[in-house]
């Protein structure tokens, strides 16, 4: 999935990122980090494109399964309209319709199992998938904010470099 090889590419930039000497910090290139993370959040809507189209395979295969029960059904009703005129051929009839409806009703609700089984599995991967990607740009941020200095805010917004130190020296 694109956003799994977005998330890997994050890492792997992490990862093989220089550095900083006597501290767990590193370099990394921010356009490049912000790349690959726009990228990851464009591929999210596609996931959960898939996972809708899952849902949706989930509730074609309950239609199916209704509309074949229903199908056995009106087979038993008609065979059982044929077989009224004897009273005993009627009371097979009818023991006959009730096992064809109790097997309908088994095999639709075996498929609805086995549908929702596949849907949640679909789900808990992406929510898996969706909780490390949360917990991955969580410790990015963190990192990111750990290296903001008061030159960082110089370079980036000048007028705030005086209103920062004023602020961290009242704490």
């Known amino acids: ?37 726009d990228a990851a ?9 898939r996972a809708q189209e899952t849902v949706a395979e989930k509730e074609a295969i309950v239609t199916r399964a209704t509309e074949h029960a229903r199908e056995l059904v009106e087979l038993a009703k008609a065979k059982q309209a044929a077989l009224l005129t004897e009273q005993a051929v009627y009371a097979a009839a009818m023991a006959a319709a009730e096992e064809l409806k109790a ?17 949640d599995r679909q789900l808990a991967n992406f929510e898996v998938m969706l909780g490390r990607m949360t917990a991955e740009i969580a410790a990015g941020r963190e ?29």
């Not at 998330?7 to 921010?30: F, K, T, Y």
């Not at 959040?41 to 494109?49: C, E, N, S, T, Y």
């Open 41 to 49: 959040l464009a591929a999210v809507p596609g996931d959960m494109l």
């Open 143 to 171: 990192r990111i904010a750990g290296r903001t200095t008061y030159e960082d805010l110089a370079q980036d917004r000048p007028g705030e470099l005086v209103e920062a130190r004023e602020a961290s020296s009242e704490s």
């Open 103 to 119: 097997a309908a009703d088994a095999e639709a609700a075996r498929e609805q199992a086995e549908a929702d089984a596949y849907v």
């Open 1 to 37: 999935m694109e956003l799994i090889t977005r998330l890997e590419q994050l890492r792997d930039e992490i990862a093989g990122a220089r550095a900083v000497p006597l501290s767990a910090s590193c370099m990394v290139n921010r356009s490049s980090i912000l790349e690959i993370i």
